[in-house]
């Protein structure tokens, strides 16, 4: 069981602070979303999980440091889903979503029975078998974010960060990978994910952190940070929030004018 | 699926590698001097006439396999360096380190230290490449990116550049800026054992720190934050980069003089035949450099000219149809 603990977190990239103090215990098991306006650190707070991105204050994996962690080893540990489908040559789906394997490797071994298997139950699990042997760059974006998703998912972490996994996809596909991050999320794994659509966040997370201007505004269950003050306050808008029920939902009405 | 793959990968080593034997022997077979295949393999036997032996071991063996050496290391570095820059139009020049070599050479020629020994020339090259990876370095910093290595490397191939004009400008005579001018194109003409001495160790350095990095080459089809948090190491597979195109590049230069387009135009043709990783191009841009700067080569004896036509003219003409072929293909005109 992984638990991902974060004391005073803060990151400046250049003479910009974009997040500051932020505090957090994460644990395996949950879906934990991270949501707030554009340019709140939302992304950021993912990169500097990951140590992409150099970060003051702590962030421990099970205690150990992550940024003192061996890449490899905090690769085993963290599958990261980065924004955006970035994909410089035209590999085949089982190729790219045989990467994920490649932090299980030595330097010149190649891919053995294991991880094979990995990357079987990735493929099926994300859905995306009927599209194996296509060029990813050919993909539509839906197909590619499945393929991507695979990718992570082939890693066998304990813990997966995605950022942004929902962009540019359709409400069926968004129901999909969500599915997906909850299903992973209920299997042990201590799923994070960067989110936009508060509806989508409201109905399938444990737990939401929600970011403003880099400093965490709440952290908490959905009804207790999706708020219309917290909503009003972050986001600068008046919302309809229900969250009675099976079927939670936030529904934008219009700019609060301050 | 697997075992598909792993057939479709030996076959085409197979293939390049027989094209390379084909290439080297057809050298062996081809120059100035008509020989009869009977003397060539009487000679190679150990036997057979002082002349054909003379030809064979002192002329043609030496200049096949710094052909073959030679490509091997252009092509690897030129599919190596595409794969890291994620750059198709990426060869083995824009680390400025084989302008820098040849900046050595013609500095050797310039100053007149190349009529001191046959090797004075080649280990100025190997020289001003060195020096030049010390610059790159300086320049490039300890940053993960690509983007300041190209631009230390356009700094450093325009540094030398303006290096190489400049000895062109002041030659004292036309003939001394047209021995740097015939230097410059390229040519494997007239090199001995000494000079594949010279080169081999270099461009062996060069192949091993390429090929090591194939998976990381993969890993950043996904950008570079894709590539480290799959646990590459970036600013290693840099350095090893780094230093294996300066060294087995320099090298190579140092005694064939400046060939383009064998970097650029190789990886190209092999990509279609593989699954289009990264890795997968590596071993086979090296076999298929190796081929066909050979075949170049044989076709520098085999076109009729006055005087020889240097290799670096035949290279430059072949990469032409490649560049047309990859711009139709770009404005989907088939």
């Keep these: 069981m992984v638990m991902l603990t974060l004391r005073g977190v803060g990151v400046t990239l250049g003479r910009r602070t974009v997040l500051r103090d932020i505090d957090a215990s994460l644990t395996a098991g949950m879906l934990v979303g991270v949501v707030g306006p554009n340019g709140a650190g939302k992304s950021t707070l993912a990169r500097a999980i990951m140590a992409l991105v150099p970060s003051r204050g702590e962030i421990a994996l099970d205690g150990r440091t992550v940024s003192t962690l061996r890449r490899p080893d905090l690769a085993r540990q963290i599958a990261y889903l980065p924004q955006g489908q970035t994909l410089h040559w035209p590999l085949t789906v089982e190729r790219l979503v045989g990467l994920g394997r490649l932090p299980h490797l030595g330097p010149m071994s190649r891919l053995g029975d294991a991880d094979a298997a990995a990357i079987e139950t990735a493929i099926l699990r994300a859905d995306v078998a009927d599209l194996r042997h296509r060029v990813a760059t050919q993909l539509s974006g839906g197909e590619r974010a499945r393929v991507m998703l695979a990718r992570a998912l082939a890693i066998e972490a304990p813990a997966l960060i995605a950022d942004e996994p929902l962009a540019s996809l359709d409400p069926g596909h968004q129901i999909d990978v969500m599915d997906l991050l909850r299903d992973q999320a209920r299997q042990g794994a201590l799923v994070i994910a960067v989110l936009h659509d508060l509806t989508m966040a409201a109905r399938y997370c444990d737990r939401l952190i929600l970011i403003d201007e880099g400093r965490l505004i709440a952290d908490g269950s959905p009804q207790q940070v999706l708020t219309p003050d917290h909503l009003a306050m972050v986001y600068g808008i008046d919302a309809r929030v229900d969250m009675e029920g099976a079927w939670p939902s936030i529904i934008p009405m219009g700019r609060r004018h301050l | ?334």
């Design chain 2, 1 to 334: 699926m697997m075992i598909h793959n792993l057939r479709g990968r030996m076959l085409l080593l197979g293939g390049l590698t027989l094209l390379m034997a084909v290439a080297a022997f057809g050298s062996l077979l081809l120059g100035a001097v008509p020989l009869p295949l009977h003397r060539i393999l009487a000679a190679l036997a150990g036997h057979g006439d002082s002349v054909t032996r003379t030809i064979l071991f002192d002329l043609r063996i030496p200049r096949t396999l710094l052909g073959l050496a030679v490509g091997a290391m252009l092509g690897l570095s030129g599919a190596s360096l595409q794969g890291f820059l994620r750059n198709p139009l990426a060869e083995p020049s824009v680390l400025g380190t084989s302008s820098a070599a040849a900046l050595g050479a013609v500095g050797a020629l310039y100053f007149g230290f190349a009529q001191l020994h046959a090797l004075m020339l080649p280990a100025m090259a190997i020289g001003s490449a060195c020096l030049s990876l010390v610059l790159l370095f300086f320049l490039a910093g300890r940053s993960e990116s690509s983007l300041t290595l190209i631009l230390a490397g356009i700094a450093v191939a325009t540094l030398a550049q303006a290096g190489i004009s400049l000895a062109l400008n002041l030659s004292p005579n036309p003939f001394a800026a047209m021995e740097i001018m015939t230097w410059l194109l390229g040519s494997l003409e007239n090199r001995s054992f000494d000079h594949l001495w010279i080169a081999l160790p270099c461009i062996a350095i060069g192949i091993v720190l390429l090929i090591w990095d194939g998976r990381a080459l993969d890993a950043l089809t996904l950008g570079e934050d894709g590539a480290i948090a799959l646990g590459v190491d970036l600013r290693r597979t840099r350095l090893r980069l780094m230093l294996g195109t300066a060294i087995g590049v320099g090298g190579a230069v140092a005694v064939s003089g400046t060939i383009g387009f064998i970097g650029l135009i190789v990886p190209h043709l092999i990509r279609p035949l593989t699954d289009r990783s990264p890795s997968a191009i590596l071993l086979p841009s090296a076999l298929g450099g190796a081929a066909l700067l050979t075949l170049s080569d044989i076709a520098v004896r085999l076109i009729p000219t006055t005087s020889e036509l240097k290799l670096g003219v035949v290279t430059a003409f072949l990469g032409i149809p490649i560049f047309l072929l990859h711009l139709l293909r770009e404005r989907r005109l088939w």
